[in-house]
């Protein structure tokens, strides 16, 4: 997931024509597009997807745009970390490359990205969809990011 993740990133995917549009959006959204479709959650999916193709494998947790139904999948299948586990435990080498952070915002999550590399300071970087260089969770493009580890991310262990 990390070599297409990077891969993915090297060819600068961005929205076209409006909020959540383009060709890149209906790519990794399965035809969906417009303001309001979100796409981090359809990007790592469509990398996930991808790589398990590849290697001749299922997913480890089923595909979705929604990024509080790969949380909950992530669960379902025991592969799920809290941040707080983590934080409280400084158990960063728990995280494996190639799996997913996930944000988390009250009841539900708002935000994913691929983990690429893990730092024993309580940081990770991450290649994601939908945001920018400010880290938005509703951006435009797929970048890279340096992201703390808090008790608002959670991960799907890939």
């Not at 399965?30 to 796409?39: L, N, T, Y």
């Not at 992530?74 to 941040?83: I, N, P, T, V």
């Not at 158990?91 to 730092?119: A, C, P, Q, R």
């Amino acid at each position: 997931m990390v070599y297409l993740a990077n891969v993915h990133h090297s060819q600068h995917p961005i929205e076209i024509g409006g909020n959540d549009m383009g060709p890149w959006v209906r790519t990794y959204m399965s035809g969906q597009e417009g303001a309001g479709e979100s796409w981090c959650a359809g990007f790592a999916s469509f990398i996930m997807l991808q790589a398990a193709t590849i290697l001749g494998v299922t997913t480890p947790i089923a595909t979705s745009v929604s990024c509080t139904n790969l949380a909950h999948e992530a669960q379902s299948k025991e592969c799920f970390l809290a941040g707080a586990d983590i934080i409280n435990n400084k158990s960063y080498d728990k995280i494996k490359l190639g799996s997913l952070i996930l944000f988390k915002e009250g009841n539900g999550w708002h935000h994913t990205g691929i983990v690429i590399d893990v730092n024993n300071d309580g940081t990770l970087s991450t290649i994601e969809g939908n945001t920018n260089g400010n880290g938005s969770n509703d951006g435009y493009e797929v970048y890279k990011h340096v992201r703390e580890i808090s008790i608002d991310t959670d991960f799907a262990i890939m």
